[in-house]
């Protein structure tokens, strides 16, 4: 009997449960926080590696250079953003 359970992942998939780019997981992987391997031209991640990097919680550090960012990005476009709110 066939498990329906992936053990494995391609870049564009961790790219897609992560919510972010295809470029942003190769950065992770070239920087070693996503440890991954090559099997020939491609990256494959365990199912292991992405549970764990799925379940970190943030640090209050993290969560203050989030909150810096995201103040420093509304002073920096909110005008741009109202402007689109209203199209």
Known sequence: MKSD???QYTVKEIAELMGI???????????KQIKAKMV????????VEIRELLSQ??????????EKSV???IREYGQTLKLLGKE
């Not at 780019?21 to 920087?31: H, L």
């Not at 919680?57 to 989030?66: A, F, G, H, R, T």
């Open 57 to 66: 919680e943030l640090d209050d550090n993290q969560k203050k250079e989030i």
């Open 40 to 47: 020939g031209k491609t990256y494959i991640i365990d199912a």
């Open 21 to 31: 780019s295809r470029v942003a997981v190769f950065n992770k992987i070239k920087n």
């Open 5 to 7: 359970k992936k053990t």
């Open 71 to 73: 103040i420093r990005f």
